[in-house]
């Protein structure tokens, strides 16, 4: 696992301003580092991951008026000042991890977008990047428990890896797209199957509350490593089920950055989710699909460890 992510203490009980638009930002540059927001009794709070406990960042870099926890630093345009005067480090024991970003104005999730996942599904990858949207009632913290939907028996996983966008941008070419990321983590594209292929929208299979466990942290590009050289694993209740890297993909993240950017404006915080390789329960014969007790992990050399464990619908 990465440094400084891998001891993460999951979060007890969780259920799951702009200025001008710019068609090109300076490159944002940071350091080899982790990026968390967290809670300790006072409400979302932005923060370094070091080691073993967190160190806050200073309040002045979230203004109440650009939201909540990492978002709001994001969206300031203040995170590589802030990393810089971060305070003095809290036990992870003595916190509960969020969602890194907390209010994201988009989360968009890219379908058939690994060979591997497509050649299972029987289709031809996708001349066009295919895409659809979450929203925030979907995000989900590490280590969070979610409940699956009461109206659907056929729940799904999906290890991917998600990145964050660093600054507003719009109509960004391919070769400098990757300047506008702030990190990446991974997210679990949670998906009820039975909803998802009613309509040829998918959206109603990938809207349900904590539908998108992510985290641990946001790591910067030079932690993470070459966008196209991520690896990525999930196992259900201990057993390999996905094992894949980036390098599989149809469309690269800057192909993606550059064809998104190109529709519409993306904002500071926003979370792109860039698919998932073979292995899914519905892929395999027979169809397994997500229980209460369910135990995934996600994990990644360098993104780190995500768990989330399956209860029961709601009552």
């Known amino acids: 696992m990465g440094t400084g992510g891998d001891g993460l203490r999951p979060a007890s009980g969780a259920r799951a301003g702009h200025g001008p638009i710019l068609a090109h930002r300076g490159r944002i540059a940071f350091a080899a580092l982790r990026f968390v927001t967290y809670d300790s009794g006072d409400g979302p709070r932005p923060a370094l991951l070091e080691g073993d406990g967190v160190r806050p960042l200073p ?18 345009g203040a995170l590589e000042q802030a990393a810089g005067a971060a305070g003095d480090p809290i036990p992870l024991a003595d916190v509960e991890l969020m969602a890194p970003v907390l209010d994201p104005s988009k989360i968009i999730g890219i379908g058939l977008n690994y060979l591997s996942h ?15 949207a ?36 719009r109509c960004v070419a391919e070769a400098d797209a990757l300047d506008q990321i702030a990190g990446y983590m991974l997210l679990n594209d ?12 998918w959206m109603p299979g990938k809207v349900f509350d904590g539908a998108a466990p992510c985290g641990p942290a946001l790591v910067t590009p ?5 966008h196209d050289a991520i690896e990525i694993e999930l196992t259900l209740n201990g057993e390999q089920r996905q094992s894949a ?17 190109e529709l519409m404006t993306l904002e500071a915080g926003d979370i792109v989710s860039t698919g998932t390789p073979a ?23 360098t993104l780190g460890r995500l768990e989330t464990r399956i209860a029961a619908p709601d009552a």
């Open 190 to 201: 949670l998906s009820a199957r039975d909803y998802q292929f009613k309509t040829p929208q």
């Open 279 to 301: 292995g899914v329960g519905s892929g395999r014969d027979p169809k397994t699909w997500l229980a209460p007790g369910d135990e995934i992990v996600i994990s990644s050399p």
């Open 118 to 132: 497509a050649q299972e599904s029987g289709l031809e990858p996708p001349e066009t990047p295919t895409f659809f």
């Open 222 to 226: 030079d932690e993470a490593g070459p």
């Open 134 to 169: 979450k929203f925030p009632n979907a995000l989900a913290a590490p280590g969070a428990e979610v409940a699956l939907p009461a109206y659907s028996s056929k729940v799904d996983y999906e290890v991917e890896v998600a990145f964050v966008i660093g600054s507003r941008c």
């Open 59 to 76: 309040a002045e870099a979230s203004p109440l008026e650009h939201g909540r926890g990492l978002g709001a630093v994001l969206r300031s």
């Open 245 to 261: 890297s980036t390098d599989d993909l149809v469309h690269s993240v800057p192909a993606l950055v550059a064809y998104l950017s």
